[in-house]
């Protein structure tokens, strides 16, 4: 079962992409995020999850729903996080997260995938290297897909002593008090369809007089800004100048290419057909 949360679609097509290579069912985890459901999940096959990384580290949110969410059925794991180009600790404190659960841990992948936090310095990217960026991933999830087909570990680059020395106290700092949702608006294009208030994995916006407000919490996942179906949510002058991000809008630069190497459809297929038949 591949569980995964994805803001701006990202994620989404990493998990989607290896449950339809597996075989597998694909659960979103959004909504059981936002209303805390910790119900069971329950799984007989390996549980796959996908999570982007926001400061060197999966989402703060997640992490915790992950730590408190009962999972049963197999105790075998599997991580993969995507990021704009440096995992951090991601993987790292997956390991340690799922072995407190009880569970194998059978390694992590780190995928990298188009930059979606055009709130930052860096510039934006154009289609020539999201196509580049977009066409290795397809290759990667090939490549993990037969991995984890056959049951074997999956392997990542070696975690350094100083990167957990710098990440572990920096992140909680940054994530408080540099992830602020004061310059988030909505312009004139707004119709107060309440998009952005589906999509708000820590419930902070509300939609008040037709149009939305955002609260204290906000963990930067552009989750409002990339789904927004009229463009009209901006945060200062930073979007207005560098664009904005969704998976979706670039997806046709790898049209014909996500049935990637590594494990072919046929014999995915046929292995899904198995389980399914017992």
Known sequence: MVLYFSATGNTRFLATELAEKLGDECVDLLGRVKKNDLSEIRSERPFIICTPVYVCEMPRFLSKYLKNVKLSGSRKVYFIADSAGYGGITGYLAKKLFRRKKMEFMGYSEVVMPRNYFISHYPPQTNDEIKSRLMSACKQLGEIAGTIEKGEKLRARYVFMFE???????????????????????????????????VCPLNNISIRDRKPVWGNSCTHCMACIGNCPTGAIEYG??????????????????????????????SAAQSAKRRKNG
């Open 237 to 266: 002058t930073v979007t207005r100048e560098k664009g904005k991000y969704n998976f979706k809008d670039y997806k046709y630069l790898i049209s014909g290419n996500t049935a990637s190497s590594g494990i072919n459809n046929s």
């Open 164 to 198: 957990k020395l710098i990440t572990i106290p920096f992140n909680p700092v940054w994530s408080r008090y540099k992830m602020s949702a004061k310059e988030f608006f909505a312009d004139s294009k707004c119709v107060s369809c309440g998009k952005c208030e589906q």
